[in-house]
């Protein structure tokens, strides 16, 4: 059944899609976590408050790694608050930023943008906007158990300002 309050923007791999956000939410309510890279480094953005969280993990400092990327656990615990509390906030899109290969194995901004699609399904009240690489679409609709026909998928950064 298609719902009206969940987005998927998809791409490549650098092509622009946080980017892209970033501007799109300046113009709307919304709240949720980009992930940017600033001067070569990875932060999460808290969208409602502007808060920055370094992502890369520090020495002796837990942390949850990814082919090359070694990621502070602290930091995603702290994006995954800002996801959950973004569904009570005053916001009216939440961002998501970006469901990728941890969230696939259940880690990194898991279980809260899981939770944030059921809550977000059952309220005409918020829209969930879920950042998503092109090659992980299916794989997500397959595990978040939605179709095509579920979602609005947008398949490129530019076509998100139509929206």
Known sequence: MKT??????????RSGKTTAVAE?????NAGGVLQPVINGERFFIDLFSGKKIKMNAENNEESISIGEYVFSASAFSQARNVLSDSF??????????????????????EPAVSELLLKVKNTREKKLL???RDYLVNDFLDKQN???ADVFIINSP??????
């Open 158 to 163: 530019e076509k998100l300002f139509y929206i």
């Open 24 to 28: 799109w939410s300046k113009m709307k």
């Open 130 to 132: 879920i950042i998503i």
């Open 88 to 109: 009570y906030s005053g916001a009216e899109w939440i961002i998501a930023d970006e469901f990728g290969k941890l969230e696939m194995k259940d880690s990194g901004l």
């Open 4 to 13: 009206d309050s969940i987005f998927i923007l998809t791409g490549k791999i």
């Open 146 to 148: 939605l179709s095509r």
